[in-house]
């Protein structure tokens, strides 16, 4: 599948997720205190999705509240739902995602979801073993989702076992060959990627003129580089991955100074993540005012950084 076959209008894409699931709902129930409703997430995504779908390419959604939602989107954004139990949360140390239950890749016709997202942690590093098991499983739902002629995103984040936090200098260093091996991987043709969601290759916190240094701009830009060649002609999304809307919008116009040319992003919690305490405060109407304003304007300026 080819840019041009993609289910997406001609041009960047500008893609909004919301597929979190239970850290947003104990952050959102943190948020609302005594007046929290057993609602209040599904009713959270459903504002972000009616505000945003229509300034949005697409907008992705999880699997259990998404099948409700789907039918929420403005009709020029695209469906994309997530084939995962509850992204991100893996208590297995061997950190193989969890399937969703009842949601086969079959159904996505049916639902209207044209483009299925599956999330992995991915550590270049691991035991070949293990790294074949998911390499297994990510194959086999390229399979399904070519035999039910849905778009397959695949979103490996990466990790190293002997560097655990994941914030510290030295995993900044090597997290550029980790997003780059990680990246060539998956852009093998046997697991049928038709796009891959990928990290920014460099913590920006470690980065001269951004942060501390440890890492030239050079040296940035070519991470940049080396990691985008690695997906050969597999479009990448960039994503957010929690950071703070300014870091994110700095990353995308950084990510084409070093001469990167991505099919976009998609962006999270740096849009939305402020809603949280608005909804909190003061409900769901005053979340709608911020959506419409200040979160659509930040849409609009990552649009800008990667134009």
């Not at 809307?245 to 998609?266: I, K, N, Q, T, Y």
Request: with cysteine; proline share 6%; hydrophobic share 45%.
């Amino acid at each position: 599948m080819t840019k041009h076959d993609l289910p997406f209008p001609a041009g960047p894409v500008f893609g909004v997720a919301v597929d979190q699931g239970s850290g947003l709902e104990a952050a959102i129930r943190e948020a609302r205190g005594a007046d929290a409703r057993d609602d209040d997430l599904p009713t959270f995504k459903r504002i972000v999705v009616e505000t945003l779908s229509p300034e949005a390419t697409t907008m992705l959604v999880d699997a259990t509240y998404g099948r409700d939602l789907l039918e929420s989107y403005a009709p020029s954004c695209t469906r994309m739902l997530a084939f995962e139990a509850d992204v991100y949360r893996i208590s297995d140390e061997d950190r193989i995602t969890a399937l969703p239950e009842g949601l086969s890749v079959s159904d996505f016709p049916d639902l209207g979801a044209q483009v299925l997202k599956f999330f992995l942690y991915y550590g270049p590093n691991d035991p070949p073993g293990l790294n074949a098991r998911k390499a297994d499983l990510v194959e086999d739902i390229g399979r399904r989702c070519r035999a039910s002629g849905v778009t397959f995103l695949f979103e490996p984040i990466v990790y190293d076992r002997a560097l655990p936090d994941g914030m510290s200098a030295d995993f900044a260093l090597a997290k550029p060959e980790l997003v780059r091996a990680a990246t060539a991987t998956f852009a093998d043709p046997k697991f049928g990627v038709d796009i891959l969601k990928v990290e920014i290759p460099v913590n920006f916190d470690f980065v001269e003129g951004f942060g501390t240094g440890a890492m030239s701009r050079s040296e940035a830009q070519a991470a940049f580089a080396a990691a985008a060649d690695a997906a050969g002609d597999i479009p990448l999304l960039y994503l957010s991955a929690g950071v703070t809307f300014e870091r994110f919008r700095d990353a995308l116009a950084f990510s084409r100074e070093a001469g990167v040319e991505p099919l976009g992003f998609m962006c999270g919690r740096a849009i939305w993540s402020d809603a949280i305490g608005i909804y909190g405060a003061d409900g769901p109407a005053a979340m709608t005012r911020w959506m419409r304003s200040t979160g659509r304007e930040r849409l609009a300026r990552l649009k800008e950084a990667i134009a």
